[in-house]
């Protein structure tokens, strides 16, 4: 888990030296919004306080190393607005709640804080980030394309894979998106168990 200001401050500088028209608007929507500090999900990667901006970062640090391993010619700008903003979706998405487990030792029911999901505008997942944005910045085609295939065939019936995989011929850092958010989700990022804290991840980790 990584500090929520420094991630907070890297990401700010990211977005701002894109020099994009209207990216100040974009900025200004995260820090008014809970995108610094939400999770990433409510049960699985990041599912912490500052868990979604983190992932964001993490996915542009992997997305900008595919660029140059597979020599795949994204503009800095293109790879900072697809990773970091990929999954702006997710803003307002989630909220602190009680819920309920049972104690596998005690076999008992016991509270716990955890979060959440309420999606009140269900119009896709990728759709929605690319919809968000567009109401503060202009995106390319293959802005569009990457945004919103970044989960790959996640949730898709056969004609939309069919879909996927004509984008992916388009466009190959949609590809490159899409692995990249799988690898920051499965291979980086951290996951709590229910109402448990950093140490006791860190112990279960070593088990």
């Known amino acids: 888990m ?58 542009y640090e992997l997305l900008k190393a595919k660029n140059s391993q597979y020599d795949l010619g994204l503009s800095e700008d293109t790879m900072i607005i697809t990773a970091i903003l990929h999954d702006v979706c997710k803003i307002n998405l989630y909220h602190k709640c009680t819920k309920n487990r049972k104690n596998d030792k005690t076999q008992k ?21 690319i919809i968000k944005l567009q109401q503060f910045i202009k995106l390319t085609k293959d802005e569009i394309l990457m945004i919103r295939w970044h989960m790959g065939a996640n949730g898709e019936n056969w ?11 388009m466009c190959k850092g949609a590809l490159a998106l899409h692995t ?15 109402g448990e804290n ?7 980790g070593v088990r």
Request: glycine share 8%; charged share 25%.
């Open 2 to 59: 990584k500090d929520i200001q420094e991630v907070k401050n890297k990401i700010i500088d990211l977005l701002s030296s894109t020099g994009k028209a209207g990216i100040d608007k974009v900025v200004k929507y995260l820090e008014e919004t809970d995108f610094f500090i939400a999770p990433a999900s409510t049960n699985y990667h990041g599912n912490y306080e500052g868990g979604l901006a983190e992932h964001s970062l993490n996915v």
């Open 109 to 129: 029911w016991e509270s716990y804080e955890g979060y959440g999901y309420e999606d009140s505008f269900p119009i896709g997942h990728g759709e929605k980030s």
């Open 159 to 169: 004609q939309n894979t069919s879909s996927m995989s004509n984008a992916f011929g």
């Open 180 to 194: 990249a958010d799988m690898e920051a989700s499965y291979l980086l990022e951290e996951h709590f168990e229910p």
């Open 198 to 204: 950093q140490e006791q991840t860190r112990l279960r």
